[in-house]
Nanobody, 122 residues
Framework: VQLQASGGGSVKAGESLRLSCEAS????????MSWNRQVPGKQRDLVAA???????NYIDSVKGRFTISRDFAKNKVYLQMNNLKPEDTAVYFC?????????????????WGQGTQVTVSS
């Protein structure tokens, strides 16, 4: 599975951005997808996730501002980010979890896209 992310940029506080991530390769093996972010010197943290059933989940700091969605037909996941704040500044990474192998010996794989920079100025 390969993931290609796009949509980052530089905006002012209160503005919006939409991130996109397209999966290719063995996409049928993908289960959950998510967006994560990382600032220099800190660990990469989960921002929002969406299950194979389309159920979203968010960290508290982005609830009401960010929306994760998934287009199963196009193998894409999106992150609509509204009312951006300077503390949202980070490199954003798309992630996909995939399962492979027979039922009695399923193996979980993690795939990451390249990061896309989001910069929010006050």
């Amino acid at each position: 599975v390969q993931l290609q992310a796009s949509g980052g940029g530089s905006v002012k506080a209160g503005e919006s951005l939409r991130l996109s991530c397209e999966a290719s390769g063995r996409t049928r093996s993908i289960t959950d997808m998510s967006w994560n972010r990382q600032v220099p010197g800190k660990q990469r943290d989960l921002v929002a996730a969406v299950t194979s059933d389309g159920i979203p989940n968010y960290i508290d700091s982005v609830k009401g501002r960010f929306t994760i969605s998934r287009d199963f037909a196009k193998n894409k996941v999106y992150l609509q980010m509204n009312n951006l704040k300077p503390e949202d500044t980070a490199v954003y990474f798309c992630h996909a979890e995939a399962l492979a192998g027979p039922v009695e010996r399923v193996v979980k794989y993690d795939y990451w896209g390249q990061g896309t920079q989001v910069t929010v100025s006050s």
